[in-house]
T-cell receptor, first 110, second 115 residues
Framework: QKEVEQNSGPLSVPEGAIASLNCTYS??????FFWYRQYSGKSPELIMS????GDKEDGRFTAQLNKASQYVSLLIRDSQPSDSATYLC??????????FGKGTKLSVKP | EAQVTQNPRYLITVTGKKLTVTCSQN?????MSWYRQDPGLGLRQIYY???????DKGDVPEGYKVSRKEKRNFPLILESPSPNQTSLYFC??????????????FGEGSWLTVV
């Protein structure tokens, strides 16, 4: 059974700081990873995807993938209170689905 | 606009009263699925469908039924709801396979309370 693990948090950072969210996965054959942001009571929305080792940057967001360590992370630079949400890490399962971690709750304090 | 539409968004029902949550997508996706989300347990897949007339159980299928008679629709049926099915439900769709350049789109969610 493929698994995706995340620290549930909450992770609290001050406004303007870098928030670092981490995720580990069990299946060494996993090729792609997705980060979703979910505001309380809302549906998950895709913010980043990464398929290759290394970093991928999109605005204030950087996803990092290390396949040797089976580790994927999301950095949020210049964190804003509007970034306060739960961040879900996900990887494709064998049934065309996504396997989700339980999410890390991020709180950005003004 | 690409959309996954669920109805109802909010429902309070009583134990044993059959209900259906509808889901429709306008992206011509082959793959559709239902998830439930509970505090501390994350998103768990209930049922999924690879295409019309093809459905299969996910991780937590007990107490649920689905059907896929048309590509765009994938209703979730609770034949005899119980309080432990109180949850936030998400319908999702995607093209197959899920991977590079292709991900899952979620509906807005349906809050279901069974009393």
């Amino acid at each position: 059974q493929k698994e995706v693990e995340q620290n549930s948090g909450p992770l609290s950072v001050p406004e303007g700081a870098i928030a670092s969210l981490n995720c580990t996965y069990s299946d060494r054959g996993s090729q792609s990873f997705f980060w979703y942001r979910q505001y309380s009571g809302k549906s998950p929305e895709l913010i980043m995807s990464i398929y290759s080792n290394g970093d991928k940057e999109d605005g204030r967001f950087t996803a990092q993938l290390n396949k040797a360590s089976q580790y994927v992370s999301l950095l949020i630079r210049d964190s804003q209170p509007s970034d306060s949400a739960t961040y879900l890490c996900a990887s494709p399962g064998s049934q065309g689905n996504l396997i989700f971690g339980k999410g890390t709750k991020l709180s950005v304090k003004p | 606009e690409a959309q996954v539409t669920q109805n109802p968004r909010y429902l309070i029902t009583v134990t044993g009263k059959k209900l259906t949550v509808t889901c429709s997508q306008n992206m011509n996706h082959e793959y559709m699925s239902w998830y439930r989300q509970d505090p501390g347990l994350g998103l768990r897949q209930i049922y999924y469908s690879m295409n019309v007339e093809v459905t299969d159980k996910g991780d937590v299928p007990e107490g649920y039924k689905v059907s896929r008679k048309e590509k765009r629709n994938f209703p979730l049926i609770l034949e005899s709801p119980s309080p432990n099915q109180t949850s936030l439900y998400f319908c999702a769709s995607s093209s197959i396979p899920t991977g590079p350049g292709n991900t899952i789109y979620f509906g807005e969610g349906s809050w279901l309370t069974v009393v």
